[in-house]
Nanobody, 115 residues
Framework: VQLVESGGGLVQPGGSLRLSCAAS????????MRWYRQAPGKERELVAG????????NYADSVKGRFTISRDNAKNTVYLQMNSLKPEDTAVYYC?????????WGQGIQVTVAS
């Protein structure tokens, strides 16, 4: 099983980034997918989630209206479009796959919002 995040980096406040998470080794279309983040000295928090079929999404209040989660089951990939980025969005972002008691994690990718 692999979850590989990409698309992170350094961006100025107000800018945008699109994270991708490519999955392999399991039946991607059967799993709900989530993005979490962890800032230095803080607990890991749920940022956004999407159902296995893509018909249902949810977001943390702090990112509602700015971030959009989506998935392409044909490509085994989940995305996180991040707009209007703020310095407080700086964190390591993790991709998570969840089905029942099965959960898989990516290695994480750094997102830094700074001028």
């Amino acid at each position: 099983v692999q979850l590989v995040e990409s698309g992170g980096g350094l961006v100025q406040p107000g800018g945008s980034l699109r994270l991708s998470c490519a999955a392999s080794g399991f039946t991607f279309s059967s799993y709900a997918m989530r993005w979490y983040r962890q800032a230095p000295g803080k607990e890991r928090e749920l940022v956004a989630g999407i159902s296995s079929g893509g018909g249902s999404t949810n977001y943390a209040d702090s990112v509602k209206g700015r971030f959009t989660i989506s998935r392409d089951n044909a490509k085994n990939t989940v995305y996180l479009q991040m707009n209007s980025l703020k310095p407080e969005d700086t964190a390591v972002y993790y991709c998570n796959a969840l089905r029942g008691y099965n959960a898989y994690w990516g290695q994480g990718i750094q997102v830094t919002v700074a001028s």
